[in-house]
């Protein structure tokens, strides 16, 4: 089913568990150096309000984006709790397949990332160039246990104190520099107010980070083996303002093991937002390195 406007043609299609909700952007003209390819954005829980800004910026190309399972318009309807990178892999592959443009390029932030080192590892005929920005998989890391019994915490915290406790935990650690430490658990625990968080439990339980996603993410280990031999042009990237967090950590670590250089993006991990989720990062001068890596002249 589609509901067409000026610009976008939005469309669903049902897997295993959900109803996905994807957009199709068509271009006004010209290629945009993709050889004709749509070029598909997704993130993690992020859904595809969050990439409206960076969209904009390639108006010469079909633009595809998505709402994951269990975030935005894509609802579940199997009543699953947990969401596995596996899954998702397997919605993005319905939705290339749908999309029935042949293999797209794509740029994949966060646990988009991870989503889509899964889906290349197994599909790699399904998409031509992957751009992996920071994808946080925590199981690379030296410091891995840490970083994962953090994640575990931030979940658990969720589950017992809602979102306000758990996001505020969430921040702190995202924004960390440097490898967690072994006592992390003697950290006092971050104030819900200090990040203007309500301290107060108002009993949902649905939020697809810190409760759906947040331990299958960080707990995926990329198949290097399986990523070396795929056919997709990987590049794995992260932002010049994250060096030392643990989502860039990891990238850098991935590129390590797939034996590529690590791609330096302008700004910080969402530095695509143009005030979507009210951040703002430096959208024209990513977009313009998307387009020069994809184009492959960086």
């Known amino acids: 089913m589609s509901e067409t406007d000026t610009a976008t043609d939005t469309r669903t299609l049902e897997a295993p568990g959900a109803t996905v909700h994807y957009d199709v952007r068509r271009p006004e003209g010209g290629d945009g150096g993709g050889g004709g390819r749509p070029l598909m954005l997704i993130g993690s829980p992020m859904d595809a309000a969050g990439f409206v800004t960076l969209a904009s910026y390639f108006p010469d190309r079909t633009v595809v984006t998505y709402d994951p399972r269990g975030s935005g318009r894509s609802v579940r309807t199997d009543g699953a709790t947990q969401t596995?990178?596996?899954?998702?892999a397997d919605d993005l592959r319905r939705v290339i397949e749908a999309v029935g443009a042949g293999p797209v390029d794509l740029f994949a932030s966060s646990g988009g990332?991870?989503?889509?080192?899964?889906?290349?590892?197994?599909?790699?005929d399904l998409v031509a160039t992957l751009v992996a920005h920071?994808?946080?998989?925590?199981?690379?890391?030296?410091d891995r246990e840490a970083v994962l019994g953090v994640c575990e915490d931030i979940h658990t915290t969720y589950l017992r104190q809602g979102m306000g406790h758990a996001m505020a935990k969430f921040i702190a650690a995202a924004g960390r520099q440097g490898p967690f430490p072994d006592d992390w658990r003697t950290?006092?625990?971050p104030d819900p107010a200090a990040f203007g968080l309500p301290a107060e439990d108002d009993g949902s339980r649905d939020d697809p980070l810190l409760g759906q996603n947040m331990?299958?993410?960080t707990g995926f280990r990329p198949g290097t083996e399986a990523l070396r031999a795929t056919p997709t042009r990987l590049v794995v990237a992260a932002g010049k303002e994250s060096e030392g967090e643990f989502p860039a950590r990891a990238a850098a670590e991935v590129a390590r093991l797939l034996g590529t250089p690590l791609t330096v993006f302008p700004s910080h991990h969402a530095g695509f937002l143009g005030g979507e989720y009210g951040r703002q990062g430096?959208?024209?001068?990513?977009a313009e390195t998307l387009r020069e890596v994809l184009a492959g002249s960086a």
């Open 84 to 88: 596995t990178p596996e899954e998702h």
């Open 134 to 142: 920071e994808p946080p998989a925590a199981r690379v890391l030296p």
């Open 282 to 286: 430096a959208p024209a001068e990513f």
């Open 187 to 189: 950290e006092p625990a």
């Open 215 to 217: 331990l299958g993410c």
């Open 113 to 124: 990332a991870v989503n889509a080192l899964a889906l290349v590892a197994r599909r790699g």
